[in-house]
């Protein structure tokens, strides 16, 4: 499995979450070290949420520690789905929230400066003054991960940032992960789609409560991981040197009708 030879910002060790009833997330061990690109898979309900709550400190373990570098900061940008769009707030001032308590017209010339600089980094040139809502699902999205970066983070973490985006988009917002990945921003995401995106990421975590699986693509997409942590058997194929995961049962299901074909 892969393990990060870079400086370890977070470690989970024995990590145990609760809300106050049984564990969500129970027993995780993980490091995620500087300058890594993890994706996070594994069902609704499997606690993916949770782990980077905790990862950023906003849910403590009832069991286990967490680890964080002294110096580490963090960037987040939440499920797009959780927002609230009709909200009366404009793209620079979104990006702002997290720097300053001042609205965007009351904002210093060198942060609009430097939003505007982000933004236009973004392919979100001349939107500073647009309302959110106005926008499309993926700029909706860049604009999030605009606000997360204000903070120069060192590690960005992200909800499902390609849940409900086109295909294009999803491209365009793993390019940009990419991008900022080489310039040393290490990034955990969480994603459902295991083809379209976790497949591309250089380290995949099957996670179903615990970490089923830790390495690279092609280490962790296996039949028996992926069974064990979605609960329904799979398929992986591969194609160009990548897999492709496919539904167990569908697949058998093809098998059949081929044979009455035939």
Not at 60 to 77: A, F, K, Q, T, W
């Amino acid at each position: 499995m892969l393990i990060s030879r870079m400086v370890s910002l977070i470690t989970f060790d024995h990590v145990s979450c609760t809300y106050g009833g049984p564990a969500v997330i129970e027993d995780v061990h993980l490091t995620i070290g500087k300058g890594d690109f993890v994706g996070i898979v594994g069902p609704s309900g499997s606690g993916k949420t949770t782990l980077l709550r905790a990862l950023l400190g906003t849910v403590r373990p009832v069991h286990g520690s967490i680890e964080r570098h002294e110096s580490v900061r963090m960037g987040y940008v939440p499920q797009v789905e959780t927002v609230d769009w009709n909200f009366p707030v404009t793209v620079g001032e979104v990006v702002l929230m997290t720097r300053t308590q001042r609205p965007w017209p009351s904002s210093t010339k060198a942060e609009r400066v430097e939003v505007e600089s982000l933004l236009e980094r973004l392919g979100l040139e001349g939107l500073a003054k647009r309302h959110i809502r106005e926008l499309s699902g993926g700029q909706q999205q860049r604009v999030f991960l605009a606000r997360a970066l204000v903070q120069r983070p060192d590690l960005l973490v992200l909800d499902e940032p390609t849940s409900g985006v086109d295909v294009r988009t999803r491209h365009e917002i793993l390019h940009v992960l990419e991008d900022l990945n080489e310039e040393g921003i290490g990034i955990v995401l969480t994603t459902h789609d295991l083809n379209g995106l976790a497949a591309h990421l250089p380290r995949l975590v099957c996670f179903n409560r615990t970490v089923i699986a830790d390495g690279a693509p092609l280490e962790v997409l296996r039949p028996y991981f992926l069974e064990r942590t979605y609960g329904a058997p799979m398929e992986v194929l591969e194609h160009g040197g990548m897999p492709v995961v496919v539904d167990g049962m569908h697949s058998f299901g093809r098998r059949l009708r081929d044979r009455s074909v035939s």
